[in-house]
């Protein structure tokens, strides 16, 4: 073969392999994208295990995209209005299951809507602003063809808690009821007691004995939670995944 002929096909190649990694026909793909905040950091890895054990869904991909101390009004640490619907367009998951407790800064405000700055109080004012950027992310996830499904955080300890917990379950709630296609998963179910109040100890999912599932700030999850709440996230996707993949095989 010619020298220049060789060098031209050599430069061919180059290019080809320069241009393959932003086609869209190469974009990674998978089943489930998780999204949050430390709570789905503790809990997402153990989703795609949980799922597989089931045979129709032997081969299903979950990928956990979680930043700790990230929330909604925290930009600073992780912008997710802008991150979210850049993983969804990467990963073309067919459910993004979004995960956030209410993670705010004491010293970096956000603006709200009224352009005045959100106290750090977890007033009326926070799960308005709260609400409002849930349901910007909602949007724009949902406008990259996912389904979107947030997680009802699981419960608070303390009075004070109980009501973060309770108005930040208002606000997700709302939220579905505005949005038909919106799936909800009750970390309550999974976290809670009967009642679905806090507790530090369940039986374990591995060996049914009484364990902690909270870590010593109430907040945080040990490795026995984590695992109990991605049980309740994947008894919640499993339905829906296997129904896409029952209408794909139809058409």
Not at 14 to 21: C, H, R, S
Not at 182 to 211: A, C, H, N, Q, Y
């Amino acid at each position: 073969m010619p020298a220049r002929r060789l060098l031209l096909i050599v430069a061919l190649v180059g290019v080809v392999v320069g241009v393959l990694p932003s086609c869209s026909l190469l974009n990674k793909q998978v089943d489930v994208l998780l999204i949050g905040d430390s709570i789905m950091g503790q809990s997402g890895p153990f989703v795609e295990d949980l799922l597989r054990k089931q045979p129709a869904l032997s081969d299903v991909d979950v990928q956990v995209e979680a930043v700790n101390g990230s929330g909604l009004l925290t930009p600073a640490i992780k912008d997710w209005q802008t991150a979210g619907p850049e993983l969804a367009r990467e990963y073309q998951p067919d459910i993004t299951v979004i995960l956030m407790v209410g993670n705010y800064s004491d010293t970096e405000l956000w603006t709200g809507s009224d352009g005045l700055p959100v106290a750090n109080d977890y007033s009326d004012v926070f799960y308005r602003e709260w609400g409002i950027e849930a349901t910007k992310l909602t949007e724009a996830i949902q406008a990259t063809g996912s389904q979107v499904y947030w997680v009802l955080p699981p419960p608070f300890y303390s009075d004070e808690g109980r009501r973060r917990e309770t108005l930040l379950r208002d606000t997700y709630v709302q939220l579905a009821r505005d949005h038909p296609g919106v799936g909800l998963i009750d970390g309550r179910s999974s976290l809670g007691t009967g009642t679905g109040e806090f507790t530090w100890k369940l039986p374990s999912m591995d060996t049914g004995e009484e364990v902690a599932v909270r870590q010593g700030d109430s907040l945080h999850l040990t490795t026995d939670g984590g695992k109990l709440l991605a049980r309740q996230m994947a008894q919640e996707l499993s339905p829906a995944l296997q129904q896409v993949r029952q209408s794909r095989a139809t058409v």
